[in-house]
Nanobody, 127 residues
Framework: QVQLVESGGGSVQAGGSLRLSCAAS????????MGWFRQAPEKEREGVAA?????????YYADSVKGRFTISQDKAKNTVYLQMNSLKPEDTAMYYC???????????????????WGQGTQVTVSS
């Protein structure tokens, strides 16, 4: 059973930065994509970023975070990170780490393709 544990959430002022971590354990080798999703109150969950964990590690971002967020991995630690810079109040949400299948060698920001989920970590950005 794959287990994902997020950490690094917190409260920050607009313009600030946070780094989220997701430590994976268990049989993760079949899950070629690791992703970050978020859900704000009364909104649907949305994909934020994903990384293909094999080969060159292609990365994929939602338009709303491109240029501000960076997803990366430490293969030795089985950990994926989400560096969030220039945070805005609209980034406030519960952030979830997920592991799932690739699609033609890429990762889609579609929660239906992610089978395993962490418990979430709260990010709050104040204006």
């Amino acid at each position: 059973q794959v287990q994902l544990v997020e950490s690094g959430g917190g409260s920050v002022q607009a313009g600030g930065s946070l780094r989220l971590s997701c430590a994976a354990s268990g049989p993760t080798f079949n899950n070629r994509c690791m992703g970050w999703f978020r859900q704000a109150p009364e909104k649907e969950r949305e994909g934020v970023a994903a990384i293909y964990i094999y080969g060159g590690g292609g990365t994929y971002y939602a338009d709303s975070v491109k240029g501000r967020f960076t997803i990366s991995q430490d293969k030795a630690k089985n950990t994926v990170y989400l560096q969030m810079n220039s945070l805005k109040p609209e980034d406030t949400a519960m952030y979830y780490c997920a592991a799932g299948a690739s699609y033609g060698g890429t990762c889609l920001l579609d929660e239906k393709r992610f089978r395993y989920w962490g418990q979430g970590t709260q990010v709050t950005v104040s204006s």
